[in-house]
């Protein structure tokens, strides 16, 4: 394994395989991948920051199996930042890797990581998330559906009195996510998804449905809210998928969303750059929006008892 000293910010460390592939139709080598990241650190990290993270890692390039991998290695260096996250299946305390520094995602870039997800809520106070997620899942490929999603759920929620953000993930749809206070826990926050999914689930019926099965979805793009639940995460803004291509997940401009020519994976490693030069970061403002979730709660049910809608 040929080894070489890379010095990041205050740090130096060996990374290992530079140009082994990670992307074959693509040619991106792992050496490549660095550098994207190192790129992208001053967008991604303030995204990542505080929170834990869980790593998909493909050591053998995205062809090749990869894996997910929440604990972090005891060979980690001592500098990796790690929280103690209970984890409720083992009921035990595991540590989790939190990437606050560029120095931090490259080691991990060399250790495989391709795409990483982050918590919904922030090391200090696991319990308590700061944002909540929309995950707009299409029945295909066609993005139209997720536009309807989208403004449909962006209209909701204004009413509601909070202040969504849209980012295309990279993969077949997008993320809708809501920034909060941390005045609700997981259970509080999970409830209220579950009920705005199912509020415009009825008003749009032929288009939006919450059924989790695949077989009960007739074609409808599925609205899922259980990312909202402690434990889970989602993908990070400007992260890289392990798809062919090397789509990148990244956060639009509402207005963007009318554009035909956008899909999820409109952006890729090779074009996230001339985005970042033209436009700066839709959600670089993101967390002063944070709301409670007490006022919409009650307009919410306001809603839901005016159209019916079922507990």
């Not at 606050?100 to 106070?125: F, K, M």
């Not at 909701?156 to 993320?175: I, K, Q």
């Amino acid at each position: 394994m040929s080894k070489e000293m890379m010095q990041v910010g205050s740090r130096t460390f060996p990374v290992a395989n530079l140009d082994d592939v990670i992307f074959p139709d693509e040619g991106i080598t792992q050496g490549d991948l660095i550098h994207i990241y190192r790129r992208l650190a001053d967008t991604i990290l303030p995204h990542l920051e505080g929170r834990p993270l869980t790593m998909q890692r493909f050591p053998d390039g995205i062809h090749n199996d990869g894996f997910y991998q929440r604990e972090a290695p005891d060979y980690f260096p001592d500098w990796i930042p790690r929280v103690s996250v209970m984890v409720k299946e083992d009921d035990q305390e595991k540590p989790q890797v939190v990437c606050d520094s560029d120095a931090t995602l490259v080691y991990l870039v060399d250790q495989g990581l391709v795409t990483p997800h982050v918590w919904l809520s922030r090391a200090d106070r696991l319990d308590d998330p700061d944002k909540l997620v929309f995950d707009l899942d299409p029945p295909d490929t066609d993005f139209a559906p997720v536009r309807l999603a989208a403004e449909s759920l962006h209209e909701l929620l204004g009413d509601l009195g909070l202040v969504p953000f849209v980012m295309t993930t990279g993969s077949r749809g997008a993320h809708v996510v809501v920034p909060l206070d941390r005045s609700a826990d997981f259970d509080t926050t999970r409830a209220f998804a579950k009920d705005v999914g199912k509020l415009l689930a009825q008003r749009h019926p032929e288009d939006l449905t919450v059924e989790f099965r695949k077989d009960a979805r007739e074609g409808r793009l599925f609205l899922d809210t259980l990312r909202n639940a402690y434990g889970q995460n989602s993908v990070a803004p400007y992260a890289i998928r392990a798809k062919p291509g090397a789509p990148v997940a990244t956060p639009v401009d509402w207005d963007e969303l009318s554009d035909p020519d956008l899909d999820s994976q409109t952006y890729t490693a090779r074009n996230i750059f001339r985005r970042l030069g033209q436009k700066q970061d839709p959600w670089k403002n993101y967390t002063r929006h944070a709301r409670s979730l007490t006022e919409p709660r009650g307009r919410l049910d306001e809603a839901m008892a005016e159209e019916g809608v079922k507990e």
